[in-house]
């Protein structure tokens, strides 16, 4: 089902529904939440993803999980092809599907198997092609490794603050005492009120918001050099091994990835 809104389809009687739409740069989808788990895959251009617990980007080829239930709201950052799979509560139950929110890799086999669900008819036999298809796509789903591509938010709103700062100049330099001093805390409760709303310290916080931000402007064209100077990084290398670290490939290989899909 090609540039097919869901909401026609929520109570499809089928448990995995797959759709296709394409959308203009800039495109917002406000806060919203679906009855469905739903797998977001961007095919083409990168998605941001909020919610009230982070901040989520999902490169090309990549895909998120946002559970039922939970309010998101996503940003298309560029003109994206996104294909989703809509998951219904009992198959979510019977492979184990994820509880929360998160960026996963994208298997060449899975990406295949989207390709050819979302032409399925919306009525699929479900002891056919295409129910075997369906059952084949969430169990692949299920086993994808998941991706560091999230930077979790505090809901204290001095750290809030303090977080989306550095989201719109974010930077690899960015110290715990000037951040702290901004919060209008000391470092000592900064540090340990930090860890406590979001699960990490502030320096991996950090490394985690600078790597999105190079991920957008990667994607946006801007040379590797620029990008990891920009960010503060010492020299071009040491944002590369960060990379890599995360993504598994230079930002160099990444770029020429994007530009040969």
Request: charged share 20%; aromatic share 8%.
């Given at each position: ?33 679906h ?20 901040h ?49 890799a ?11 669900a ?31 591509l ?19 100049a ?22 340990r ?52 670290r ?16």
């Amino acid at each position: 089902m090609r540039n097919t809104l869901l909401d026609p389809f929520e109570d499809l009687p089928r448990a995995v529904v797959v759709t296709a739409n394409d959308y203009a740069a800039g495109s917002v989808f406000p806060d919203h939440a679906h009855r469905r788990g739903q797998f977001a895959f961007a095919s083409r251009g990168t998605i941001s993803l909020t919610t009230p617990e982070g901040h989520w980007l999902v490169p090309p080829q990549r895909a998120c999980w946002v559970p039922a239930g939970v309010a998101h709201a996503m940003a298309m950052r560029g003109p994206v092809t996104m294909l989703n799979v809509f998951v219904a509560a009992e198959e979510v139950a019977a492979v184990q599907l994820p509880t929360r929110c998160g960026v996963y890799a994208v298997s060449a086999l899975l990406r295949h198997l989207m390709d050819d669900a979302v032409d399925l008819p919306a009525m699929y036999d479900l002891d056919a092609r295409g129910g075997r298809l369906m059952q084949l796509l969430v169990a692949e789903i299920a086993a994808m490794p998941r991706l560091s591509l999230h930077a979790p938010l505090p809901r204290d709103p001095r750290l809030l603050r303090a977080c989306q700062q550095l989201f719109d100049a974010p930077s690899i330099d960015a110290t715990l005492d000037e951040v702290a001093v901004e919060a209008g805390m000391s470092r000592r409760t900064f540090t340990r009120q930090f860890r406590a709303e979001t699960g990490v310290g502030f320096a991996e916080w950090r490394q985690q918001a600078c790597l999105l931000a190079a991920i957008e402007r990667l994607g946006a064209g801007q040379p590797v050099t620029r990008v990891a100077l920009d960010l503060g990084y010492a020299s071009p290398s040491a944002f590369s091994s960060a990379f890599r670290r995360v993504l598994g490939e230079s930002p160099s290989r990444y770029v020429q990835t994007r530009r040969a899909m």
